[in-house]
């Protein structure tokens, strides 16, 4: 495993701790900078697929996106490798959180509202992301929503980059491999779905419908539905369904703290009779001992 990596340009040192990802064109290690800062460094041969992904993270950066602090190239074996050194998220990614089952409703709400958020901050400068799957979004220590791998994002018109078969459109035929809005969208109530249903639906891929059945089983309500449902054909904005999005995470919320609230009653009238009949009991037992 390479131990250290010195930029041939801007000179800067990177120690490497440990690989932590391998994707089609690239891997990613966790490395000290030279002030022993931990960040994320990703190593390629292929020079055009990291300049895009430098760029992009640079022109659509936001709260969402890591920080890039660095590009630059360097040889081994007369072989020569580009990378870029950027935020390192302490978390883990969707897929990793679905098999720890860590989510209630409202939770997968709240993350599907980020997500979105992220999607249309990147939509509002014309591109669409593309490759919108659980290993790109981050859920830090701290409970915040990071998207990471910008490599398969596209200007708006153009056709799909980058895809995974799992979160794709064409495969369910529900419309083309086109970079357009309702093509994030698609991705992102799919992920919604992974995230309802605590599981990798890969026997599920092509088939919208056995999903939709399947969450209505797990206890999807009408409204729910129908927004999974409007997600996945297309019928709806990615505006609009944030809206309802938000909507359900608050009734959510509503509905839990009700509950919470009439557990609390319950405790609180146990504990105000039980006081009663107790003052009661005592009271007659002095009773007694006065008339005898």
Not at 87 to 106: A, P, R, T, V
Not at 234 to 260: H, P, Q
Request: charged share 30%; glycine share 8%; proline share 0%.
């Amino acid at each position: 495993m390479i131990k250290v990596i010195k930029g041939k340009w801007n000179k800067k040192i990177y120690r490497v701790i440990e690989k932590i990802g391998q994707g089609g064109i690239g891997a990613v290690y966790k490395v000290v900078d030279e002030d022993k800062n931990i960040k994320a460094l990703k190593i390629t041969k292929n020079i055009n697929s990291i300049t895009r992904e430098h760029k992009f993270l640079n022109e659509l950066k936001s709260y969402y996106t890591p920080k890039v602090y660095d590009m630059d190239d360097f040889q081994i074996r007369n072989k020569v490798y580009y990378f870029i050194v950027m935020d390192l998220f302490s978390g883990k990614n969707i897929k990793e959180y679905i098999k720890e089952n860590k989510f209630d409703e409202g939770h997968i709400w709240k993350i599907g509202w980020e997500i979105g958020s992220f999607l249309e901050h990147i939509h509002g400068k014309k591109y669409i992301y593309g490759d919108l799957k659980g290993e790109n979004v981050i859920i830090t220590d701290d409970n915040k929503v990071k998207i990471i791998d910008m490599g398969g994002v596209s200007k708006k018109g153009e056709s799909i980059r980058e895809f995974t078969l799992l979160y794709d459109r064409s495969k369910f035929n529900k419309g083309i491999r086109k970079a357009e809005e309702s093509y994030d969208l698609f991705s992102l109530t799919l992920l919604i779905i992974n995230m309802i249903l605590k599981k990798d639906f890969k026997k599920g891929v092509g088939k919208a419908d056995l999903l939709i059945r399947k969450c209505k089983n797990v206890g999807m309500g009408k409204a729910q539905l129908k927004l999974l449902g409007d997600g996945l054909d297309g019928n709806i904005s990615l505006k609009d369904f944030l809206k309802v999005v938000k909507s359900l995470e608050n009734n959510y919320k509503i509905a839990r703290m009700k509950k919470i609230k009439f557990k609390i009653d319950r405790v609180v009238n146990y504990m105000l009779i039980s006081s009663i009949v107790f003052f009661l009991s005592v009271l007659i037992l002095n009773l007694k001992r006065v008339l005898d």
